[in-house]
């Protein structure tokens, strides 16, 4: 990352550089830049010709939305993610992982965090709490959106709860996930159906730095 001059998301408690994913290197203007939200609004800014994600009226309002999603429903969720993100890493990155998400999380063993039983049962409550708040956003003006600008236009919003379903997809049993998008009256399996066409993207060609 820091080769495509990518600069850390945040600082270490210790003073060292924190570096996340996703990260983008554009070919085209040279750029590398890391956190979403940052990519999204440089996207927006150097391409206007195409869809925008964060439309320039909503601007402030997606920054409240970024804060306001975490707190609802990231803290359960990676209680259930983190630890099986685990079981899908090569031996070695998993050794990493597990021992700095278990300091993060201030436990002895990754798998303690919730295991099948009371603590994972809590942990799913506060997961569908979290949706069901969310669901209260979009349907803040009486109608039953899908998205969170209107029927059928995608925005950064949506993407980010999208982004995290899939995560959750990916990492997590399947009776699990299908327990999910059940939710609410099926609003969850609906909202991740309309992203399958974004899923899959042209190869391309490798960036030479």
Do not use: C
């Not at 590398?32 to 609004?41: M, V």
């Not at 669901?135 to 995608?154: M, N, P, R, V």
């Not at 099926?186 to 909202?191: A, S």
């Amino acid at each position: 990352m820091r080769k495509a001059g990518i600069l850390p998301a945040a600082t270490k408690a210790d003073g060292s550089p924190y570096y996340t994913l996703p990260a983008i290197y554009d070919p085209n203007t040279k750029a590398g830049l890391a956190e979403s939200a940052a990519i999204a609004r440089y996207l927006d800014r150097t391409y206007p010709d195409t869809p925008r994600l964060i439309p320039a009226e909503t601007d402030a309002l997606h920054a409240a939305f970024n804060q306001a999603f975490r707190n609802a429903f990231l803290p359960d969720l990676a209680k259930l993610t983190i630890p099986a993100v685990a079981n899908h890493l090569p031996p070695r990155s998993e050794v990493y992982f597990r021992k700095t998400r278990e300091v993060g999380f201030g436990v002895a063993n990754l798998d303690d965090i919730a295991p099948p039983g009371p603590k994972r049962d809590e942990a799913w409550a506060g997961v569908k709490k979290g949706l069901a708040m969310i669901a209260e956003w979009l349907q803040a003006d009486g109608s039953d959106k899908l998205f969170f600008t209107g029927k059928d236009k995608i925005v950064y919003a949506d993407m980010t709860v999208a982004g995290f379903l899939i995560w959750a997809r990916v990492v997590l049993d399947k009776k699990e996930w299908e327990d999910l998008i059940s939710w609410h009256e099926g609003r969850w399996g609906k909202f991740m159906a309309a992203f399958e066409k974004y899923e899959a993207v042209d190869e391309g060609e490798d960036a030479v730095l």
